[in-house]
């Protein structure tokens, strides 16, 4: 856009009146060294603009004033020097532009817009970039003019004293001004419960709407010191907003708690005079804190535009009227009249949306960063719960899908259709084709594709990085690869088959020792490229893979630590790093994300490197402390026992299923509605950690994975008040409520059904704020169980027809993967086997051992070495052995080598009763044989007749499923089928179904005999006859009649 040289502004002459203002026009001025050239869009008024007009301000003003202190506008030039800034941001100037500290001298108060310096009702001015800050994208430039003096104060009132204002606080705020307006705003963001008082029920009723918890009338009630000790039960609140004076002063200090404190900034009640000195005595008494503000600083107004971004929805400025520039004598009078609600603004042009600012419309585009609008937009596709089960209806699902997109699209799609092609978007027949574009990449994006945020970014749009997020795939395409490692044959309950597959299934998904090698090593190269350029970096890894918590396809968070970085801008710094990692050879691209609340950079290493996703951010420290107390829990919570233990086998199992399980949704990132990594371990500690029988230590949580598999799921996803209660695990785990500490609204609403975690390393920050979409986790969670349960209830009748002899032989195989109960609601995806196949090819490689000059830590087992032949005796080849793969089939029952020897003595399938009775006496023998080994060498048990596995003695109860381990049956396969008749009474009998009316049976076990017992009763003897009565052999089927 053009600058023109000469602008309009308003001066004051002469002060003593609203009507001595009038309108001149002066050059635009050029932007010095540090400066920028501002172009005003809207302007604010205060009652401290009134009084300098009126001649009634202490200090007075300079001759020819432009006055007014509060604008908001758009760089349209930039001074030698400037980096901070560009042309086109959007920016508010502080109110004292030399204030970055919290102590206000005479000096900082001499550049004070708008009285001792000329003020901002101008079309152009130059400013300083120390002073300026960046509008928050939601607000409007009427919106944002209302926030350098009013906001800011009331913000230093609440947050810049001696006791920061926290959730579950109270505050009292006198008054409905610009000021008092605010500070209800910032408390009901803040999560305080707030008190306000007026005069007039009009202005109350709106300070209701605004999310204040009690509203008094002081002409109705003039004792409402007593009303305020009534409503916080006698004891008083925690902080005053008082804006009063004399007149109020007194009452403020009866209304405050013992150690409360008041802050004063004002005198609206009465003329300036001595305070009465009976407020001393109870000053004293309450040992109560009395604070003075003047503004505050340019850092509080940083601080208040983050706070206002994260809580769009109750702190959006409240404006009473807005004028046109030519009727600024309108605004001041308004102002005067005292008969305005909130905000009187002066516009100071009519605002022509540009091409680079296509999602800013201050009039149309507010609905677009509506949170509302978009809470549910991410998970169109899964609102309800879709089981990862052998059964699925894809129509259904489809159509569901489909019908939610549908309903659900994102606000700045709806922006983008609501004001058709004035943003030059193309015609709305090539908004209705499907693009045949690349889809943006998600990290980093806000909204549609078009109209939306975009970020520097460097890297090449054939060779983006797989989409992340969503992965689930239709029931063909998911695979259970660790229940080849489950042994099914000696589970004799459904819970130990849970156990040992839950077992399994972390065994296989945690990281494999060449999976950690090679991330480590790729952190080396990135270490020595970027201390190549900032030679006091150091790369710290954080998140799940500092933890060893990380799924096959997860990334590697790091940070960098550089107090030379800290110098500079974080966005120069970001693209100088970009730079290097790129020429460094590690990846072909790099995402640059500078816009972000926490800018990072964003790449994949390139395939020789293993293509590992990598997010690299600059001195943020959070994450490695969060990652030093997860490792600290790890490492305490152990079941009985388990001393010897590194960490937590039922921790680490419940945190990897559960990532797996959400991110196979699309609901493990925060940015999404979901869980993020972090919510999710602090979930699984609660959970162990309230856990009754683990924290009396009645159970040792290693040994009963299965049952903690359900009873998590149940919990989280049926049983848990999410309305009233929230987690803490800080000091051994604990619950609290909600409403005590605030959480229980947020952005003036009710969180129902919303999760609330303490932050372990903040106890005044919930980490699962920004998962707005919990219910629908909940929901899925919720499912998962009922999944499960079914699984389990089919699972138990297969157990029960083997224990009963219910088994019907259907083929002569099946595979592990039928018995799976896991495998019902996750599974594997072929992308990620292919991505360890990959790694396990670039360790094998060595092509990053060999770039850093390094070796592998991984030992490999030593080699048996050969027996050398004596002397005189000629060396013989080594039988080569090779392993066939297999997928395992479970076997329920064996022969051993005597049957397959009389494979050998039949005769075209036929053997006669002699032959049959030897080899029925060669098996016998052999299970003599067996069953005397097992005799000579008993299992190790203790005194108290428990088995013993290490230091540790299995408990008995509900969730004692350590069983002593039996000879594996190798042979044909048989199976189950359940019958309806089967019930929970029989579980845990083993009765022999014997052949009826034969007098050659051996005998029946007793009820409730154990297996050991019932064998033992029967000889070896008896058995061998009654087989031997029936005169067939192993290969029955072959004998002749």
Not at 437 to 442: A, M, R, T
Not at 521 to 537: E, F, K, M, N, P
Not at 707 to 713: A, D, H, K, R
Request: with cysteine; proline share 6%.
């Amino acid at each position: 856009m053009s600058i023109p040289s000469v602008c309009k502004q308003y001066v004051l002459p002469k002060t003593g009146s609203i009507d001595n203002l009038i309108i001149t026009e002066t050059s635009v001025p050029q932007p010095k060294a540090g400066e920028i050239l501002l172009k005003a869009h809207a302007v604010s008024v205060q009652f401290r603009d009134l009084m300098v007009i009126n001649n009634t301000y202490p200090g007075g003003c300079i001759p020819d004033l432009v006055p007014c202190s509060d604008v908001a506008g758009e760089i349209v030039a930039l001074g030698p020097g400037v980096t901070d800034f560009k042309i086109g941001d959007r920016v508010s100037p502080n109110f004292v532009d030399t204030l970055h500290g919290d102590v206000i001298t005479t000096d900082l108060k001499a550049s004070a817009l708008g009285a001792p310096v000329h003020g901002t009702l101008t079309e152009y001015r130059t400013y300083p970039t120390h002073t300026l800050v960046k509008i928050p994208d939601h607000l409007s430039y009427e919106e944002a003019s209302t926030l350098p003096c009013a906001a800011v104060t009331a913000y230093n009132a609440l947050m810049g004293g001696f006791s920061p204002l926290k959730a579950g606080d109270s505050i009292l705020v006198l008054g409905t001004g610009s000021v008092s307006t605010f500070a209800l705003q910032i408390g009901v963001a803040s999560g305080a419960s707030v008190i306000v008082t007026s005069s007039s029920d009009e202005k109350l009723q709106v300070a209701k709407r605004l999310g204040a918890a009690h509203v008094i009338n002081y002409k109705t009630t003039p004792a409402w010191e007593e009303e305020v000790m009534r409503l916080t039960n006698g004891r008083g609140v925690d902080q005053v907003v008082e804006v009063g004076g004399e007149a109020t002063l007194d009452k403020s200090i009866a209304s405050v708690r013992m150690g409360g404190s008041v802050t004063v900034m004002g005198g609206l009640a009465g003329a300036p005079g001595q305070a009465p000195v009976s407020i001393i005595p109870s000053a004293l008494f309450k040992s109560l804190k009395l604070r003075g503000i003047y503004v505050g600083s340019v850092e509080q107004f940083k601080n208040l535009g983050r706070l206002m971004a994260a809580n769009p929805e109750v702190t959006r400025p409240l404006i009473d009227k807005v004028f046109p520039f030519e009727q600024a004598k309108e605004a001041f009078k308004r102002l005067s009249g005292q008969a305005h609600i909130g905000k009187v603004v002066i516009k100071m042009a009519v605002e022509i949306p540009s091409r680079r600012h296509k999602t800013k419309r201050p009039e149309k585009g507010i609905a677009s960063t509506d949170t509302k609008s978009t809470a549910d937009a991410s998970f169109a596709d899964g609102s309800d719960f879709i089981a990862l089960g052998p059964v699925s209806d894809e129509d259904e699902e489809d159509a569901a899908r489909d019908s939610h997109s549908r309903r659900d699209r994102k606000g700045k799609e709806r922006e983008r259709e609501q004001f058709g092609d004035e943003d030059g978007g193309g015609s709305r027949r090539e908004r209705r084709e499907p693009s045949t574009s690349p889809p943006p990449l998600p990290s980093g994006s806000r909204g549609s594709a078009e109209g939306a945020r975009k970020y520097d970014l460097v890297f090449d749009p054939e060779d983006r990085p797989p989409p992340r997020g969503r992965q689930r795939t239709d029931v063909t395409g998911r695979l259970t690869p660790w229940v080849d490692d489950v042994d099914w044959d000696v589970c004799k309950t459904p819970s130990e088959m849970f156990h040992r597959e839950v077992k399994a299934f972390v065994k296989w998904i945690a990281p494999t020792p060449e999976e950690d090698e090679v991330r480590g090593l790729v952190l080396q190269l990135i270490t020595r490229c970027v201390t190549r350029s900032y030679a006091d970096a150091q790369v710290l890894p954080f998140g799940s893979y500092a933890t060893k918590l990380y799924l096959p396809l997860g990334d590697i968070d790091l940070v960098i630590r550089s107090p030379s970085m800290a110098y500079h801008n974080p966005k120069t710094v970001l693209h100088s790093l970009a730079a290097t990692i790129r020429n460094s050879g590690l990846t072909h691209k790099v995402q640059v994300i500078a816009k972000a609340k926490v800018p990072i950079i964003k790449f994949v290493t390139t395939g020789e490197y293993g293509r590992l996703n990598v997010d690299i951010s600059i001195n943020q420290e959070n994450g490695l402390v969060a990652g030093e107390m997860i490792n600290s829990f790890l490492r305490e919570i152990r079941g009985g026992g388990a001393a010897a233990r590194n960490d937590c086998l039922a921790l680490r199992a419940l945190v990897l299923m559960t990532k797996l399980f959400l991110s196979q949704r699309g609901m493990n990132e925060v940015f999404t509605g979901g869980l993020g990594s972090y919510a999710i371990v602090c979930l699984v500690i609660s959970f162990l950690q309230m856990h009754p029988q683990i924290r009396f230590g009645l159970i040792d949580p290693d040994e009963n994975l299965g049952v903690l598999v359900m009873e998590f799921f149940e919990l989280y996803g049926t049983r848990f008040n999410y309305d009233d209660v929230g987690i803490s695990v800080r000091e051994g785990g604990a619950y609290f409520s909600k409403r005590q500490r605030g959480w229980d609204f947020r952005n003036g609403q009710k969180r129902n059904g919303m999760l609330s975690i303490e932050d372990p390393g903040d106890p005044f920050n919930d980490i699962s704020a920004g998962s707005y979409n919990f219910p629908n986790v909940r929901r899925h969670l919720g499912g998962a169980h009922e999944v499960l349960t079914a699984t389990i209830y089919l699972r138990a009748g297969i157990v029960e027809s083997r224990k009963h002899g219910r088994a019907l032989k259907l083929r002569d195989r099946y595979d592990a993967e039928d018995l799976t109960i896991l495998g019902s609601i996750l599974g594997i995806t072929q992308e990620t086997i292919n991505n360890r196949t990959l790694i396990k090819e670039v360790f094998d490689g060595g092509a990053l051992h060999r770039a850093l000059g390094v070796t592998s830590k991984i030992v490999r087992p030593p080699s048996e070495p050969e027996e050398e032949p004596e002397e005189g005796e000629v060396p013989q080849k080594k039988k080569s052995r090779k392993k066939k793969k297999s997928k395992k089939p479970v076997s329920t029952s064996g022969l051993d080598s005597a049957a397959d020897r009389s494979k050998e003595s039949s005769v075209n399938g036929t053997r006669t009763p002699d032959e049959n009775k030897e080899i029925v006496e060669q098996i016998w023998a052999q299970a003599d044989q067996n069953s005397d080994t097992d005799i000579a060498a008993p299992r190790d048990v203790d005194e108290g007749g428990g088995q013993k596995r290490g230091n540790h003695v299995s408990s008995e109860g509900r969730y004692a499923i350590v069983s002593k381990k039996r000879r594996r049956n190798e042979g044909s396969v048989v199976t189950f089928t359940a019958a309806a008749s089967d019930s929970a009474s029989d579980v845990g009998k083993e009765d022999v179904a014997p052949p009826a009316k034969d007098s050659t049976k051996p005998p029946s076990k007793r009820a409730g005999m154990s297996r050991v017992s019932s064998s033992s009763s029967v000889s070896s003897a008896t058995k061998r006859d009654y087989w031997l009565s029936k005169g067939v052999g192993p290969s029955s089927p072959g004998v002749s009649p």
